[in-house]
Each structure stands twice: as structure tokens, then as C-alpha cells.
């Protein structure tokens, strides 16, 4: 009796322990697949989450979009893994959409203990969802695994009037008119590089039974753009006509050793190569030094600059780089560039402080033209800086807001003569203390360059 009491004892705290992991989470307990799922309401969506018979080391978590669980998931269960979807209020991933992640991911990982980090699943158009919070929660993602994605709703499911789904999209993105539509700039094709800077490992399966939209608009276009911009995590698979092509298991391997992020390469991404950049020729100049993974150009009298020496696109292309002003009150970034066989500058925060603008146009300078714009900048904050250059236009941006979007047909294009030094590509400071990375620029897609030539505003 001693020997078998013992033994009920440890039956009942094994139906005790349980019982409580069951108790651990909210709402209803049901079944898939052999496994413990459960559904409840967060943040006024149905969410569920299934949970394997022991979680792995770390209590790794999937959080789904755009098809049900299936085989890969159930893989992923099996070796330890939760899996997490929630109803969204649209498949569009619009700002809606992220709030539901972000009401489970609340859950999950806040309340219940998961990991921090989780693994973001997409199949078709949850690509939309997957990269949007992605993009706003870098430090919460471990990896991305993705079913032939969709990474702009322009090419799934479309816009306009001829679309099914058009009311839907332009209700879940607050669009008041199909050209807003058109302009939007902030889809997953636009800001790569946010994933990128996060490190984040990606896995693109392309070919599948998910595919809603062209490969060539979507997850081909977003390869396309990667690798120029520094990234070095992205593996990108076609189904092969013959061949092995198990998804459940490429997804494994890829979750086991995901491609890790390359140690800082300044011929890359930065501008510390002292092969295709040197200090710009000021007299005056003050001194330039690498400071981590930046550049500080030191306060001078007057300009303090580089200039790049490798090679140069003239039309069609895209500039990007982060600049923040140290001390100083003048400008911080004077982006010397080429528009053809002219110079031109883009100045963020120059005359005091606070005007920034194209430099010049007919002549005039970046205060006396119609592209002057007034904004304060925080010293000692990284801004990001875009500049796009095309036949019919010049457009630039600051973070997120677009302050520069002027047609250049039939106009003078100059730069001030203080800058020639910068000719034909350089940045440079003014009696300010300024620091610079993350420079990259990349030719522009042709449906970039038709875009500007039939003067459809850029996103």
C-alpha cells in the first residue's frame, strides 16, 4: 500500500501540473491535430494558440497570418513550438491588422511567458501583415518564414474600382481616393531596409499552392532590393519541377540555423571604405574620424565633408543615408548629387538651423526656392535621409515625411559654389558637427522610372 499510495500521489500531481498548464491559458480548450489548442478573445479579435506537449528550451512561438495551420506548423508543434493566429479585421495589413498582432503578441509573450522573439509564419497575403509588424517591432523577431508572400496590395489584390476588394482596402487604410492608394510609401517593398537594420532572418517559399500574385511584384521584387541594400539574411526558394520540395522541412532547417547577420562591412553598407570615399578638400575643414559604425565630420570653417570616389549612377537611382547633427546649428547633411551631368544639393537643416530644400534651382538656393521647408531637428538623433533622382523629377524624404517633390523639366539645375569640392557626390556639414552611416544607393526598377515619367507621385 505505502508503494502504491506513492505512486497515486505522483499521479495526481501529474494531472495537477496538467491541468494548470492547461489552466495557463485564457478561453476554450479544443483540439487540433492531436494537440491542445485554445481559443479566446483578445483585444476583440478571436485569437487561438496551440500548444505542443513540452515546449522546446526558450519556449519558441509562431505567430501566423494568412492561411490556417498546416503541415509546417504541425512540424514546428512537434518540436516544441506554439503557434499563434488571431482573426484580423482585414487581409490587407493595414494599421488595424497590426494592432490585432500586437494584442496577441501581448498575450503570448507579456502574459503567458513565451518568448520574446517570435516567428512570424505568412502564407500569401499574410506576407502583408508579417512584414508591416515586423517593421514596427524588430526587437520581437526572431525570423520570417514565408509561403509565397505578398508585399504590396497593389499587385494583390489591386486598387480601383474594378477590384472586388477595393472598398474593403481603402475602408482599412483610411484612403480617401484611388490616387492615395496609388502613392502609398509605406508597403513591405518600400522599407527593407528596416528589416535589414533589425537583422532579421528570412525564408521566402515561392511556387506553392499560396501564391495569390506574380512572384516578379512581390517576393522576386523584394529580393531584388535586398541585396543592395546591405542584407545578407534573405533565402529565397523556387519549387523545383522535379526534385525534393517539402516546405515542413526547409522551414526546419532554416528555424534550426537561420542565416545569421554578417559582421559590420563598411564596403557595404557604410561609408568608412576609404576606397570609395575621401575626405572632401575644404580649406578650413575640420577633422573626420570613424566613431563605431559611423563617420563624424567635425565642426569646420566653414564645410567638413567626403566624397565618394567609386562608382556613380547619374539618373534613375535612389540615395539613402542616416545623418544626425552633434553639435552646430547649420546644416547637418548637404547631399551633393549628380542629375545627369549637372550637380545638385539637398540640404536638411541649413540658414539656423531648420530649412531644408534643393539647392539650386534657377538659380535660386534651397531658402529661395518653392522647395523650402522648415522643420527642427533634436541634436544627437539619427535622421534617414532619401533622395530619388529621375529625368522629370527630384524628390526627397526625411524619416517618413516627403518634403521635396519638384519637377525639374526645363529648369537650371546648379549647386551653390561653396560645394564644388563635393562634385560629384559628397556630403558635408556646415559649421556643425554632424555623423553619417548607413549610406547605400541603388538603380532604380522600371516600373520606378515609368512611374516618374508619367508623373505619378512616387511612394
Known sequence: MKYAFGSLVSLIVLCMAALAADDAWPGVRGNWRGFSAYTFDTGGHQARVIAP???????????????????????????????????????????????????????????????????????????????????????HVAAVYALDPVFDFRSWPGVGEEVPEWPALKKAYDFDSLDRAKRYWKSPLDRIDRLIDGHIPLLFLCGTSHALAPFDENAGLYAQRYEPLGGAQLELRRKPDEGDWDPAVLVQAFLAAPPEAPAWDARKRDINDLSTWAITGFPGRGPVYFKEESVVLEHGYDLTGVTWKGPLERMNYEITVEAQRIDGEDFFCGLTFPYGEDPCSFIAGGWGGTVCGISCLDFADAYNNETARFRDFEKERWYRIRLRVT?????????DDKL??????????????????????????????????NFYMRSLTPTEIAQATEGTDTP
Request: glycine share 10%.
Open 53 to 139: 506537449e513540452k515546449s522546446a528550451e526558450g519556449k519558441p512561438w509562431v505567430l501566423l497570418a494568412g492561411a490556417e495551420p498546416g503541415d509546417v506548423e504541425e512540424a514546428l508543434v512537434r518540436d516544441g513550438y506554439h503557434v499563434a493566429t488571431v482573426e484580423l479585421p482585414d487581409p490587407f495589413g493595414s494599421p488595424g491588422a497590426v494592432e490585432a498582432w500586437n494584442a496577441v503578441y501581448a498575450v503570448c509573450a507579456a502574459e503567458k511567458g513565451l518568448a520574446e522573439k517570435a516567428v512570424l509564419g505568412a502564407y500569401g497575403h499574410g506576407g502583408l501583415i508579417a512584414h508591416n509588424w515586423a517593421v514596427e517591432n524588430r526587437p
Open 391 to 399: 529625368p522629370k523629377k527630384i524628390e526627397a524624404w526625411i524619416d
Open 404 to 437: 521635396v517633390d519638384v519637377h525639374t523639366e526645363g529648369r537650371k539645375i546648379d549647386i551653390r559654389w561653396e560645394v564644388e569640392e563635393s562634385v560629384p557626390l559628397g556630403i558635408a556639414s556646415w559649421r556643425t558637427t554632424a555623423g553619417l552611416r
